[in-house]
């Protein structure tokens, strides 16, 4: 009976412990991650514009207007165009493919001079900032020179009223390997500390989680 009564008494310390404990395991968890410097405004990083799927290209052709068109680039990376079958066109500068397409048409045409012009942009996927979870609108968009992370969270409408917005990750490739970083995004969009906004880079995944009630 003495056993069971002192068993009583440290049920509720032992419990205490067993909280605190998890309640540590949880924050060096999430101390884990390390947190980015605040924005720069000047930060670039992208590289010279890429062909993708999906985006429009209009082909102009000096002298010929029955061959100057405007085509997609098909998923699978190719177009067609007049007098083009099917030519490789996405991972290539406009510059590129329009040296690729002067070769093409020199089978039709004499000295064919071709500009092409990307008018619809999508980009590749190393081109583009990903947001997912409890964002309002989860989507991919295209990085822009110094992007930030506010223009990232005002094109995706903000937190949903069920983001846990500070223990947000960002997952970034840092010399070809994948790192992560946590954000917080409830004192920046809700507190407005503005030391909580940070450069973007293409390629970039922001993860948003569910907040737990």
Do not use: H
């Amino acid at each position: 009976m003495t056993n069971l009564l002192k068993l009583a008494r440290l049920t509720p310390l032992l419990g205490a412990l067993a909280g605190g404990a998890l309640l540590t395991g949880c924050a060096s968890q999430n101390g884990a991650r390390p947190e980015l410097p605040p924005a720069s405004g000047d930060a670039q990083y992208s590289t010279r514009y890429r062909i993708a799927p999906g985006d429009n290209v209009q082909i102009f052709v000096w002298r010929n207007p029955e061959v100057s068109t405007s085509v997609p680039v098909r998923p699978d990376g190719l177009l067609s165009a007049p007098l083009l079958e099917e030519v490789p066109a996405a991972g290539k500068t406009p510059a590129e493919l329009a040296r690729d397409l002067e070769a093409e048409l020199s089978t039709y045409l004499r000295d064919p001079l071709v500009t092409v012009i990307v008018d619809a942009f999508v980009g590749t996927f190393r081109e583009q900032i990903r947001v997912v979870g409890e964002a309002t609108q989860p989507r991919a968009m295209l990085y822009n020179d110094s992007m930030t992370l506010l223009d990232v969270m005002i094109q995706s409408g903000g937190l949903t009223d069920f983001a846990d917005g500070n223990n947000s990750t960002l997952v970034r490739v840092v010399d070809g390997k994948q790192e992560e970083f946590r954000l917080r995004l409830d004192d920046l969009l809700r507190d407005g500390d503005i030391s909580a906004n940070v450069d973007m880079r293409p390629g970039d995944v922001i993860i948003v989680p569910e907040a737990w009630f």
